[in-house]
């Protein structure tokens, strides 16, 4: 969409919006935006965090690690190490390997495959690098 459409369409919600009672004025609520808020309410969002996990192992074809929550198959993750590289990953797989009994600490298996076995054996590499470094 063109900037000028957007910016129309803005307009025309701002309006609706403020005729069907859906905003909230600026700087009302906790946060203190600038602009007016829009009730939201049907709309499904990804939202991805940044997570600093530990490799359980690594491969040139793919990575596991450990996280506390899980991660849905399919879904596309980029891994860096030591903010110096990135590689692309893939979840194949999620698993629940341990929980308490409210399942307020959970541990979950995660294992991804690498588009291009390349950038996993560069990945590889840097975290063998890197881990020795550690060592001393």
Known sequence: MAESDIDKIYR????E???????EP????????????FHAHATELTVRAELKVAAIDVSLSGLAFHSQFPVQIGQALN?????????DAEVVSCHLEKADEDFTQTLYRVQCRFPEEEQGK??????KELEKKQQG
């Open 12 to 15: 025309r919600l701002m309006e």
């Open 79 to 87: 891994i860096t190490v030591a903010n110096l590289f990135t590689v």
């Open 17 to 23: 919006g403020g005729r069907h009672g859906a905003l």
């Open 26 to 37: 600026k700087g009302s609520g906790a946060e203190r935006r600038k602009q007016p808020r």
């Open 122 to 127: 560069y990945l590889l590499v840097m975290i």
